[in-house]
């Protein structure tokens, strides 16, 4: 077991990489000495990231880096990385430094004082978002914990420090649409908040265009709520107390032998009845898929190589399972996993 773990998902970072790990390296040594991993995860980038990495994992004996076979996103790159580290304290930072590895200590500080087992970062400043992003991650997240039973802190992303059992019971929950900082969240035991000023990207540009935060927050509140499926039956109530008035109206018109006009109102039923019909179905279409997805039950995430293996217990044995893998080690050693899956 190493003291400590700090686990790095990397999508087109190359140009981070090289001051990350300088940075990270020095907080880790003034921390736990030379008892430490850096895991560092490549996401299917397609700049130098990997070779980048690969240099820096032959040349630093803390460091291993795991090269995914595609793109699998932020959460579950994520996964990879902790999956496959060892420590007895964990670390989750975004290779962008717009989390300080300075703070580190701070933490580790907090976590003992605390006796917590999750420190999470809460951002009390986004220096260099866009107000637009700012804006609506303020509103997600007031939204999010409206709507879920759980409460996922406001403002937290994954930046967080974390104790073994907490992540051993975090890789526990087999999920493919992963809100990680939720499921932190809904394991429970003593968490903490860490108030910091969240910095701007050291290089490159923000990973999380539009289309995948949405989907990030429909991942988010599907995974933690079963609220907007009750969408439906209040649409209903409304719209049946509606329909009572519009037939008392009807009768009332028909009676006095009044003439109503057809094409309005006709239409501003059929489109307000059309619309939220669509919209609730399009709701429980997004629960489907997920469902679908989840069904399929294939492995979160394929390591093509690992940078460094020798430098993992049982690292040849590792290498040599690597044309298949990924799932494979992941879950053979994964609390409550199912070990090895038979392939066709
Ligand atoms: N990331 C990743 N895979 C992706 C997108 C992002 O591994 O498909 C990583 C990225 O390299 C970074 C972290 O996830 O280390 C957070 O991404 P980013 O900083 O771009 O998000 P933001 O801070 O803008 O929300
Ligand atoms: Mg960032």
Redesign the pocket.
């Known amino acids: 077991m190493t003291a400590l773990s700090i686990v790095?998902?990397?999508?087109?970072?190359e140009a981070?990489l090289p001051e990350l790990h300088q940075r990270l390296g020095a907080a880790a040594r003034a921390a736990a000495g030379d008892d430490y991993e850096l895991v560092l995860?490549?996401?299917?980038?397609r700049d130098g990231s990997w070779s980048a990495m690969q240099r820096l994992a032959a040349d630093d004996p803390h460091l291993i880096a795991v090269n995914l076979s595609r793109?699998?996103?932020?959460?579950?790159?994520?996964t990879a990385g902790l999956d496959l580290c060892r420590g007895e304290t964990i670390l989750i930072?975004?290779?962008?430094l717009?989390d300080p590895p300075e703070l580190l200590g701070g933490m580790i500080e907090a976590m003992r004082e605390a006796q917590a087992d999750v420190v999470y970062g809460v951002r009390k400043s986004r220096a260099g978002?866009t107000a637009f992003?700012r804006a609506t991650?303020h509103g997600f997240y007031r939204l999010l914990s409206r709507a879920t039973e759980v409460d996922i802190p406001l403002d937290a992303?994954?930046f967080r420090l974390m104790s073994r059992r907490a992540l051993d019971a975090l890789l526990a929950m087999p999920e493919q649409a992963r809100f990680i900082r939720g499921m932190v969240a809904w394991i429970g035991f003593k968490q903490v908040p860490f108030a910091y000023d969240?910095q701007e990207?050291f290089a490159?540009?923000?990973?999380?265009p539009l289309k995948?935060?949405i989907r990030f927050a429909l991942d988010a509140l599907t995974g933690f709520s079963s609220a907007p499926l009750k969408l439906a039956s209040h649409a209903g109530l409304w719209l049946s107390l509606g329909s009572v008035v519009l037939i008392l109206y009807i009768a009332y018109a028909w009676l006095s032998g009044q003439n109503i006009q057809g094409w309005t109102s006709l239409m501003l039923v059929v489109v307000v009845l059309g619309a939220v019909q669509m919209f609730v179905l399009a709701l429980q279409g997004e629960y489907i898929g997920r469902l679908y997805n989840e069904a399929k039950r294939r492995p979160l995430y394929i390591v093509q190589e690992i940078a460094g293996v020798e430098k993992l217990p049982g690292g040849d044995r590792r290498k040599a399972r690597l044309g298949y893998l990924a799932d494979a080690t992941a879950n053979s050693e994964r609390p409550g996993g199912k070990g090895k899956r038979p392939t066709k």
């Not at 790095?8 to 970072?13: A, G, I, L």
């Not at 995860?41 to 980038?45: A, K, P």
């Open positions: 790095v998902p990397c999508f087109n970072e981070c995860v490549n996401d299917g980038s793109n699998h996103g932020h959460q579950l790159a994520l930072i975004d290779a962008d717009q978002e992003k991650a992303g994954d969240r990207r490159g540009e923000t990973k999380y995948k935060m």
